[in-house]
């Protein structure tokens, strides 16, 4: 769906693009990374915080499937996360071979004070924008959400 630009104009466009996604990346994942080095956790760690904050467990397998990772390397996250306090480890009633993690109360306080300053990040950005580009911005980055989310 190129929408009738020529294939050279499209990649000049989208090296553009990766340049700004680069900047934003450093300008937000910095910001982030303070308010993760307080908590002594890495962005794995955190990643896995959140998607553990969406659920109300995840076993191994889903952790390292989410994760990108081997399970064996899932089992290290989580036993980092155990040693902060922010995850537990729990057996399925019907299996107790099974394996559930949970993220604990220090967890959600974690990952919501972290989303707290991502949105504050966000605001000040967004205060650099007429309203027009703002609601733009939204519907664009949903648009692409979307699009992310179906891979």
Not at 29 to 34: A, I
Request: hydrophobic fraction near 40%.
């Amino acid at each position: 769906m190129d929408h009738g630009r020529d294939e050279a104009e499209l990649r000049r466009d989208a090296e553009k693009l990766v340049d700004i996604l680069t900047t934003l990346q450093r300008c937000f994942l910095m910001n982030l990374s303070r308010e993760l080095s307080r908590g002594n956790v890495s962005f794995p760690q955190y990643f896995l915080l959140g998607f553990l904050a969406q659920q109300k467990y995840l076993t191994m397998s889903e952790i390292a499937e989410k994760m990108g990772h081997t399970t064996a390397a899932a089992t290290g996250l989580v036993d980092r996360l155990e040693n902060l306090g922010y995850a537990h480890r729990t057996h399925g009633s019907e299996d107790r071979r099974k394996i559930m993690v949970e993220i604990t109360e220090s967890g959600l306080a974690l990952v919501g004070k972290i989303r707290e300053d991502m949105i504050d990040g966000v605001v000040l950005m967004m205060g650099h924008l007429c309203v027009d580009e703002q609601k733009a911005w939204l519907q664009i980055y949903e648009k692409i959400k979307n699009v992310c989310k179906k891979k």
